[in-house]
């Protein structure tokens, strides 16, 4: 019940289908007190945490409703629309930069769910697919894990004429099971890095100047927290080395008076994430610092792993990651200027927003030597265009890994079905086919009107 899932289900809830919407982990109400668990007394639910649950991971997070389909575009106004129609400020529609923070989320989600289950939506939470029910070479339903049998009063499987399988990016023993069952994946690049943080009243400075960055007032005055969005190509090191070896750095999920989070799902993976409530009002400004990863990178793991060799070295960074921090959720840390010199941070460190603690550690040893030089010429060239973002004050943590799915899942591009499974409809962000809030729920649009279009074809 991610954006595209939601999406999809609205799409085809409106054309009259029959549709059982199915969440791994819990309503948000739950889900909320699941998470205050997890974060106050480290007892994580595998599957109600900020990964998984309703509305997917993007539920805590800053809430971007940003996008480069193009604001005036159709889809993305029906969603705009949509999301103010279950509640968020009208100001969304016309803002250049809109966001709705946790909090706003949370609520629109409430009566989005209302909405679906009064237009006949069968929302069943706490429903894990283990596999899909396929027949004759065609998808014809899924089948539930066994602890989901109490939701499922009909039994472990469920028959469907289509099966839209929006799962979010990180839904890894699916896509183990989904490359068994003969569904086409290909491995597609993704990014890697860490989260920066800095003070809020430092990037406010820099951006604003000491004057203006005055009457910010974390958020009260009346100029915004500010932002900031950064890019740079990276060259290789080697005079040898071809200039199609340069890799994009760039800053990401930038949450301005917000925090840092874990999204693990087990304490031997680490990754974190950042999210904000609406009013942005904490001291502090963090930001994904990532960069490319490509199919070179990860060919290595391509004899024993195929399509899945990039998920597969996501999951080698993140337990370095948890190795680092000492397990038990606590992150890696050290100051951005350590990182550039190669030094491990020593002394007492800058304060940080992550709850569950954190532990000096060598991140320029982290990730494979290439993708750690390019992030520190990216840090200078930021510096350069940002005086004072490479500072004492500012603090990476380690590691954020999931900025995209690391596969596709192939579909035809008229019909959305899978090109070597029909009758099942990838989408969204963890099929490989968006990034984001709003890309995600345009997609759960588009793929919901396959669906739709497919149905009438097979009632003709």
Known sequence: SGPAGLFAALSLAEAGARVVLLERGQPVEQRGRDIGAFIVRRRLDPDSNLCYGEGGAGTWSDGKLTTRIGRNADPVRRVLQALVDFGAPESILVAGKPHLGTGALVRILKRFRAHLQAAGVDVRFGAQVKELAVRRGRCEGVRLTSACLRVCARGEEIRASGVVLAVGHSARPLYRTLSAAGVLLT??????????????????????GAEDAAVVMRGKGRLPVADYSLVAEASPSSLSSPSSDKRGVYSFCMCPGGQIVSTSTNEQELCLNGMSFSRRNSIWANAALVVAVRPSDWAHLEQQHGALAGMELQLEYERAGAAMGGYNFTAPVQRVTDFMSGDLSVGTLPSSSYRLG???????????????????????????????FVTEAALLHGVETRTSAPVRMDRDPTTCQSVTMPGLFPAGEGAGYAGG????????????????????????
Do not use: N
């Open 187 to 208: 491995a597609k690049p993704f990014a890697v890095g860490f989260r920066i943080e800095h003070p809020q009243s430092l990037i406010d400075e820099i951006q604003y």
């Open 358 to 388: 954190v532990l000096s550690a060598p991140l320029h040893q982290l990730y494979a030597p290439p993708l750690t030089e390019a992030l520190r010429q990216a840090l200078r060239r930021f510096d350069r265009r940002l005086r004072g």
């Open 437 to 460: 809030i709003m890309s995600a729920a345009v997609d759960g649009l588009r793929v919901g009107e396959a669906v739709a279009a497919h149905l009438l074809a097979l009632a003709d």
